[in-house]
């Protein structure tokens, strides 16, 4: 499905139901919003992780601006700001109130914009894996703990040059040690994204000048999940501790995941999906 938001529509995809029967009535359940990485990439890379999710809240994937199946939009457009402000009016377009938003790697970084530009509407954010600004160095220090420095070095040009000539390194030295435990089904994730490169090399080229969103953190009104793996080297650790301190105490509360990285659904499932279920009831 599709619905116009601003200058495009962007897709979505749902399960579960917002209103189910209890008794004479019927009952309202969270609406859960996800947010997907990338950026460039699309929905999919949280399916079918979090299908059992939808016995307790609606869930609602949904595909950026200019990624998966959503409409493509100029490069001018392709600025935080916007990619928040489109959440919104996804739920206004949708009429869906209070959500629960959650964002993972690019996608909490939206969520971050969203929160901080519409700080009223959340009723409750997940941040996982992600990062309110982004430290190469701190990256390539990670990467080379995890895969020594052939791998710290192949991040650093792709990084630096995100282009066909880096691309392949970066994704046979790099992409693997995104989960702590070796993941048989990757390749078939990654087949299975509508991916836009054209967006992800806009990202890498701007992501250490143009991203930093901890000054705006402490704009953030509702109770915040921020969800970290020890092992991550995209987003490091000390990443998510940055966005907690930033966060309103009262507000924040940071969880980590030992023996996970990136990819924390796959390396530690049994917590990870406790951890959200315990947060979204509660």
Known sequence: ?????????????????????????????????????GPGADHSLYKPDFSPLADIAQVIYLDHRSAGRSDRTGPDRWTLANWGDDVREFCDALEIERPIVMGTSFGGMVAMAYATRHPDHPSKLILCSTAARVDVSRVLAAFERRGGR??????????????????????????PLYTYRPDPHMA????????????????????????????????????????????DPVTPPADSEDIAAAIPARLARLVRFPNAGHGIVGDDRERFVKTLREFIVS
């Not at 529509?9 to 019927?26: H, I, K, S, T, W």
């Not at 490169?197 to 000048?209: G, M, N, P, Q």
């Open 1 to 37: 499905m599709r619905v116009q938001v601003g200058d495009g529509r962007l897709f979505f995809d749902v399960e579960g139901a917002a209103l189910v029967p209890d008794g004479p009535a019927m009952r309202t359940r969270p609406t859960l919003i996800l947010l997907h990485g």
């Open 150 to 175: 052939a791998a710290a070095d192949a991040a650093e040009r792709f990084f630096r040059d995100p282009s066909p000539k880096t691309a392949p390194d970066y994704f046979r030295l790099c992409m």
């Open 188 to 231: 078939e994730m990654f087949s299975r994204i509508i991916a836009n490169d054209e967006l992800t090399a806009h990202y890498l080229r701007v992501i250490e000048t143009s991203f930093n969103l901890i000054p705006d953190l402490p704009r953030i009104k509702c109770p915040t999940l921020v969800m970290a793996g020890e092992e």
